[in-house]
């Protein structure tokens, strides 16, 4: 069982930059897939960027240039660092785990083994 834990949420205006973390509990980290959701009142989850075991990384074409992902498999964590926030960013982020298996569905909530319980990301205009 792992369990997900985000941080980093908050309030900022326009333009600002935030980093969220997310800490995974137990073991083999370097194993799983890590990716960033985000929700907004009334929408779908949408995937946002994710890590491969392998090291590579996605990221979507809606924060391209602004969001990147990042994991320290060391300390269990995986980062999103945002940048130039925009009012359209605010959601709910979510982290979400697969544990490593043949090819990818990135972007299938299905796909993914486990998740966080979100963290706020309001931007204010």
């Known amino acids: 069982q792992v369990q997900l834990v985000e941080s980093g949420g908050g309030l900022v205006q326009a333009g600002a930059s935030l980093t969220l973390s997310c800490l995974a509990s137990?073991?083999?980290?370097?194993?799983?897939?890590m990716a960033w959701f985000r929700q907004a009142p009334g929408r779908e989850r949408d995937l946002v960027a994710g890590?491969?075991?392998?090291?590579?990384?996605i990221v979507t074409d809606s924060v391209k240039g602004r969001f990147t992902i990042s994991r320290d498999n060391a300390k269990n964590t995986v980062y999103l660092q945002m940048k130039s926030l925009q009012p359209e960013d605010t959601a709910v982020y979510y982290c979400?785990?697969?544990?490593?298996?043949?090819?990818?569905?990135?972007?299938?909530?299905?796909?993914?083994?486990?998740w966080g319980q979100g963290t706020q990301v309001t931007v204010s205009s």
């Open positions: 890590s491969s075991w392998t090291g590579s990384s």
């Open positions: 979400a785990a697969r544990l490593r298996t043949f090819g990818y569905s990135w972007f299938s909530t299905s796909w993914y083994d486990y």
């Open positions: 137990g073991r083999s980290f370097s194993n799983y897939a």
